[in-house]
């Protein structure tokens, strides 16, 4: 049955289920099952592999739920044939939860009151003679507690709202109807108007549920839960849903004014409720899906980001008042210097400044200036490049400034595993020391910090935590196994990315590295203590020994493969060594020629692609933005300006991008090609170094619309993407952009139509 179904919904074999599933089971890893069991599971990506885990998980609970109903239905003596059909045809926990609410043990309602004292009687009446006289007829079940007419007739709505309400048919229908043509309006809390600015553009919002995109949702709970928007859930025309609720039960409405009006209140005061809480639910399911999709994309691509390489650098954490934070790292990033300078107001220390730094570099060879983009990053910026220039002029090699972004510097600094990396250091230097390091390898530097402080999320503080945790978790793991790793280099929190490395793991391999030294080849990770064959078969061919006893350690093809690689050398008549990097022997072989039972063709082509580029990066050539000399401040950006900037941050409604102005300006969806985009993420990418064309600028609220098409002109009419449409399309008002966590995000697009048509809001 799980098996059935995920294939059905992933469109893939279902031997290519099974097998994924048995490989789970087993203990493998996503990352070494993606990598190395092709021939198992078809080809399957680490994407769908964990779509698979996931869907056998929440259909394995809904095993388990079902049969718990099924147990608690039988106990109860109702469990029928057919209705044991319909629990094991569920497919949803909605519902079997639909088909299970009769069967329910609940405190006694007013239906169950007025049925104990023998009105159901009284309701069949009424349907059955739907042109009797309701008072004459409840004249005659008068009884304890419903001693007049008034009160038996209201048991009786009770009873027939109660069938409504447990009719898991009718409940379905009903729920479905109201998400397909309902619609999410919104209108300020009196009062609030000043206080809760943010949210202007929802003070009069309306839009289909089925339109609402993730962002959307999202805002319009958060200016929920802070008291400013007034939300309401228009499920439509009433008398389509009376309709629905009368045709189910073959009421007689038409004939008869009470059933008209117990139909009402019953659609009213319970089903029109429940399924309000049903659509809200879906509707922050959906923006959860979304927030998520984007946030795990925008992290991989961060971590995925081009490394500077093993190159000495000199971070540099800008500040004001507190100074600039400095720290001076080797190739491989240990720290060799570090200081404070007070370049900036209120000190002005700018020659002492440049003076001192010059000093650093030139003693240390440093080869790159990371600057952090926070504040006074500007005037950092410029302070770098005199130190550059004045290296330059001395004639030493000019180092090149770079700017990094410094999301989640702080957070690392204050963390345990800074702690632990520095003891003896001050707080404040330990973020300048992250941020040159994240230059030179963005991936290895970036593990260390809660994927969540990292800045590329949209709404992270709105969603389920526990699924949010668990997709950047995977998200991470996918990255660092992507790219492999260096064994005799490696922190303990990259190490324990690694398939198959634990914690505690990771600890004893770099114990084990600090008390014998390098590792010779991956075979000597089994002396580590607590790691077995099977930790040993999961990590061994994403770590990488660089120089050691045997060249296949130093590239992806993984222990158990040597042996065909041995078969290649000895049909080539070439020694491994020769093997490696010989483009033009292996462009010849024919990967059929040395697959076998256990190593099929996928992992054979694997193997020779892996020879001819051994342990190649998978990451994009290092490049970074150089911005315009003079362009500092949002003020000082005009109309028109062609600039070149990084993408700090890509959203459903479009992407941030960086100018240097301390202030990211927006490049709506719509204005990013000539063609229309459904996401924008099939243009950029975070990190991503483009040119943009500046369109609109509004320093008083500080916001700046910028666009991707150099060819537009601010102030024209803005062209269609073809194939007509925008993205974000929707509401009547739409709200501005998200707060990104450590730098304001501008609007833009062009800028009054992002704000009109994408339907940003915090």
Not at 521 to 536: C, D, E, S, T, W
Request: hydrophobic content about 40%; proline content about 5%.
């Amino acid at each position: 049955m799980i098996v059935t179904t995920i294939a059905r919904e992933l469109q893939v074999r279902e031997d290519q289920i099974r097998a994924v599933l048995d490989l789970l089971a087993e203990g493998n890893t996503v990352p070494f099952i993606a990598r190395y069991r092709k021939e198992a599971t078809g080809g399957l990506d680490d994407t769908q592999l964990r779509t698979i885990e996931e869907r056998a998980t929440y259909l394995r609970e809904l095993e388990e739920r079902k049969q718990a109903v099924l147990e608690a239905i039988e106990e109860q003596g109702k469990l029928t044939d057919d209705l044991r059909a319909l629990i094991a045809a569920c497919e949803t926990k909605a519902r079997l939860e639909d088909l299970y609410l009769p069967f329910k043990k609940r405190r006694k309602t007013k239906a169950d009151i007025a049925r104990e004292a023998g009105l159901e009687a009284l309701t069949d009446a009424l349907i059955d003679a739907p042109a009797s006289d309701p008072q004459a007829l409840a004249a005659s079940y008068l009884t304890d507690g419903f001693e007049d007419e008034k009160k038996a007739l209201e048991g009786a709505r009770a009873i027939l709202i109660d069938r409504f309400a447990l009719d898991a048919d009718l409940v379905g229908e009903v729920r479905e109807q109201m998400f397909r043509t309902g619609e999410m309006t919104a209108s300020v809390v009196p009062g609030k108007e000043s206080e809760g600015a943010k949210f202007k553009d929802y003070f009069e919002f309306s839009e289909p549920f089925t339109k609402l995109p993730s962002h959307r949702i999202l805002a319009l709970l958060r200016g929920e839960s802070e008291g400013v928007l007034q939300l309401h859930l228009d499920p439509g025309d009433d008398a389509v849903y009376e309709g629905m609720i009368a045709d189910r039960f073959a009421l007689p409405v038409g004939e008869s004014r009470w059933l008209a009006d117990a139909v009402r209140f019953g659609w009213r005061t319970k089903l029109a409720v429940s399924s309000g809480l049903d659509v809200r639910m879906r509707l922050k399911e959906k923006a959860e899906e979304g927030a998520l999709d984007v946030f795990a994309t925008n992290l991989r691509d961060v971590l995925l980001a081009a490394p500077a390489g093993q190159r000495a650098t000199l971070g540099l954490d800008p500040g004001f008042r507190n100074g600039v934070k400095c720290a001076v790292v080797d190739p491989t990033g240990k720290v060799l210097a570090t200081s404070i300078v007070y370049p900036h107001q209120p000190q002005n220390r700018w020659d002492a400044a440049r003076q001192e730094l010059a000093g650093l570099c030139a003693t240390h060879g440093v080869d790159l200036l990371a600057v952090g983009n926070g504040t006074a990053s500007r005037e950092t910026e410029k302070l770098a490049g005199e130190i550059a220039d004045l290296i330059k002029d001395a004639g030493g090699k000019r180092p090149t400034p770079v700017v990094v972004s410094e999301s989640g510097a702080s957070v690392y600094s204050a963390s345990e595993i800074a702690s632990a990396e520095f003891p003896d250091m001050d707080v404040s230097l330990r973020g300048a020391v992250s941020i040159a390091r994240r230059l030179q390898d963005p991936l290895a530097e970036l593990v260390k910090i809660d994927p969540k402080a990292i800045g590329v999320g949209q709404y992270q503080h709105d969603v389920n935590q526990h699924a949010l945790a668990r997709t950047l978790d995977g998200v991470v793991e996918s990255a660092v196994n992507a790219v492999g790793v260096d064994l005799n280099t490696a922190s303990v929190p990259l190490l324990e990315r690694v398939a198959g490395v634990t914690g505690t793991l990771a600890k004893n391999i770099v114990a084990h590295r600090d008390d014998n030294g390098a590792f010779r080849n991956r075979r000597a990770l089994l002396k580590v203590p607590r790691l077995g064959p099977k930790a040993y078969e999961q990590c061994a061919g994403f770590l990488r020994i660089s120089g050691g006893s045997d060249p296949l350690d130093a590239s992806a093809v993984h222990p158990e493969a040597y042996p065909v690689v041995a078969r290649i050398a000895a049909a080539t008549g070439l020694g491994v060594e020769e093997l490696i990097g010989n483009t033009r022997v292996l462009s010849g072989l024919r990967p059929a020629d040395f697959a076998d039972d256990t190593f099929g063709i996928p992992t054979v082509t694997d193997i020779i692609a892996e020879l001819d580029k051994p342990g190649r990066d998978p990451r994009p050539e290092f490049r970074t933005a150089t911005f315009r000399e003079g362009v500092e401040k949002v003020s000082d950006l005009t109309p028109g300006m062609i600039l070149e900037g990084t993408v700090t941050n890509v959203a459903a409604f479009g992407a941030f991008v960086d100018v240097g102005v301390h202030q990211d300006g927006l490049v709506h969806v719509s204005a990013m090609s000539d063609r229309f985009v459904s996401d924008p993420h099939e243009v950029v990418r975070s990190g991503q170094v483009v040119k943009v064309k500046v369109m609109e600028v509004d320093v008083d609220r500080q916001r700046i619309g910028l666009t991707l098409r150099l060819d537009d002109e601010p102030g024209q009419p803005k062209k269609k993407p073809q194939r007509g449409g925008r993205g974000g399309g929707g509401g009547q008002r739409k709200p501005r952009p998200d707060k990104r966590p450590d730098k304001r995000p501008a609007a833009g697009g062009s800028m009054a139509d992002a704000l009109k048509r994408a339907g940003l809001g915090r």
